[in-house]
């Protein structure tokens, strides 16, 4: 098994990218194995929501000729661009990452046991705090672990996939737009169809920990 994080030191070979995006690497070839099947899965999620190169651009603000690089493994993103297109695509960078670094795992995307280790696992920004995803391989589900300490919503988040969520402790108030705001605590769970606006933040001052599931259609 391997941990990977996603706040790792930035690449040294370093190319300024328009005023529309941060700093990029690009290339004429593939840089590594690990950009190369990020720009893989960027692509796999990208086709699994209909989306077109042009259009992906749009939504995530950065220029299409970056994507095309990007997708053929010939660019690195930096951590504002990875986040600009998780959102874009209804995921978010650790989901993004995993789903590369799964690969390099051995027997992570065809094993048919996989055990994740208390500080094992991905781990990297997701929402309002840091998540820690709890399996290897390509399964029908995502399961993570979530801390967070944030007390205010931000903005909404909505994906294609349903998902779940149990607190573990701390308190959390759950706004699902127009299908309401719930406060939860120890013990609690939440379920929402996919499609769902959603946000979530600290009810009281403090840290909270869920145990979140979301479908896994792309990949």
């Known amino acids: 098994m391997v941990t990977v994080s996603v706040t790792t030191r930035p690449?040294?070979?370093?190319?300024?990218?328009?005023?529309?995006?941060?700093?990029?690497?690009?290339?004429?070839?593939?840089?590594?194995?690990?950009?190369?099947?990020?720009?893989?899965?960027?692509?796999?999620?990208?086709?699994?929501?209909?989306?077109?190169?042009?259009?992906?651009?749009?939504?995530?603000?950065?220029?299409?000729?970056?994507?095309?690089?990007?997708?053929?493994?010939?660019?690195?993103?930096?951590?504002?661009?990875?986040?600009?297109?998780?959102?874009?695509?209804?995921?978010?960078?650790?989901?993004?990452?995993?789903?590369?670094?799964?690969?390099?795992?051995?027997?992570?995307?065809?094993?048919?046991?996989?055990?994740?280790?208390?500080?094992?696992?991905?781990?990297?920004?997701?929402?309002?705090?840091?998540?820690?995803?709890?399996?290897?391989?390509?399964v029908p589900f995502t399961p993570m672990e979530f801390r967070g300490s944030n007390v205010s919503v931000g903005e909404f988040y909505t994906h294609e996939e349903d998902e779940f969520l149990h607190v573990v402790s701390g308190r959390v108030l759950v706004d699902l737009a127009e299908e309401g705001s719930f406060e939860l605590g120890p013990g609690d769970s939440i379920h929402y169809a996919g499609g769902t606006l959603h946000r979530w933040c600290s009810a009281v001052a403090g840290e909270y920990h869920l145990f979140i599931v979301k479908e896994r259609r792309a990949g």
């Open 11 to 138: 690449p040294r070979r370093i190319a300024r990218h328009s005023s529309r995006g941060p700093a990029i690497s690009t290339g004429s070839v593939a840089l590594d194995e690990q950009t190369e099947r990020l720009g893989a899965r960027i692509r796999s999620f990208r086709q699994a929501r209909g989306l077109t190169l042009v259009e992906l651009a749009r939504l995530a603000e950065l220029s299409h000729p970056f994507l095309s690089q990007l997708e053929r493994g010939q660019a690195r993103p930096s951590m504002v661009s990875l986040e600009r297109i998780a959102r874009a695509l209804g995921s978010s960078q650790i989901e993004l990452i995993a789903a590369a670094t799964d690969d390099l795992v051995p027997g992570g995307a065809t094993q048919r046991v996989s055990l994740v280790r208390s500080m094992e696992g991905p781990q990297g920004p997701f929402g309002g705090g840091e998540a820690r995803i709890l399996v290897h391989g390509d």
